[in-house]
T-cell receptor
Framework: AQTVTQSQPEMSVQEAETVTLSCTYD???????LFWYKQPPSRQMILVIR??????QNATENRFSVNFQKAAKSFSLKISDSQLGDTAMYFC????????????FGKGTRLHILP | EPEVTQTPSHQVTQMGQEVILRCVPI?????FYWYRQILGQKVEFLVS????????KSEIFDDQFSVERPDGSNFTLKIRSTKLEDSAMYFC???????????FGPGTRLTVL
């Protein structure tokens, strides 16, 4: 069975700093997708970034980038120049690419951006 | 930009009552999902739905739960006899194809008293 582990329950950083959120996962699949979702206080789930396992290049979306280490089964999220609006719960998530399409979420990291 | 909508935003019900949570997926999407998030816990998959039938369901999705696409635009989750432990945020999601990005709705907060 696939599992997603986020070892940092809560983090705080100053505005404009860079922060990295950790995620590891376990799977025997070779074809899969990884995601980072943001859940602000409104509790809406917002996709931040997505990585296909077959792509070696790390995904980037503006200030958000990932460090995808397939052999280590690690998928960390880096937020550069953090902003107050980045304050949210961040969930790492996994989906297989060929068996079922349910998303498996980690427990989340609560990120506070301090002014 | 198209989005998934859900109604109501908050539903309060008595234990044992039936509730129906409604979702309107993005119009050209064909794959539909329900997830739930008990307060303070992670988001959990409940069920996936495609071509008018359930594709997969989790252990949580027992006989008390059912899903339906009654009219080609709505996608509903029914809980027949609610329990206290059903209190959670329920998220609907949709996707245009399998293994692609799932777009989440804003959620319905269900409180069972």
């Amino acid at each position: 069975a696939q599992t997603v582990t986020q070892s940092q329950p809560e983090m705080s950083v100053q505005e404009a700093e860079t922060v990295t959120l950790s995620c590891t996962y376990d799977t025997s699949e070779n074809n899969y997708y990884l995601f980072w979702y943001k859940q602000p206080p409104s509790r809406q789930m917002i996709l931040v970034i997505r990585q296909e396992a077959y792509k070696q290049q790390n995904a980037t979306e503006n200030r958000f980038s990932v460090n995808f280490q397939k052999a280590a089964k690690s998928f960390s999220l880096k937020i550069s120049d953090s902003q107050l609006g980045d304050t949210a719960m961040y969930f790492c998530a996994f989906m297989t690419g060929n068996r079922d399409d349910k998303i498996i979420f980690g427990k989340g990291t609560r990120l506070h951006i301090l002014p | 930009e198209p989005e998934v909508t859900q109604t109501p935003s908050h539903q309060v019900t008595q234990m044992g009552q039936e509730v129906i949570l409604r979702c309107v997926p993005i119009s050209n999407h064909l794959y539909f999902y329900w997830y739930r998030q008990i307060l303070g816990q992670k988001v959990e998959f409940l069920v996936s739905f495609y071509n008018n039938e359930i594709s997969e369901k989790s252990e949580i999705f027992d006989d008390q739960f059912s899903v339906e696409r009654p009219d080609g635009s709505n996608f509903t989750l029914k809980i027949r006899s609610t329990k206290l432990e059903d209190s959670a945020m329920y998220f609907c999601a949709s996707s245009d194809r399998q293994y692609n990005e799932q777009f989440f709705g804003p959620g319905t907060r269900l409180t069972v008293l």
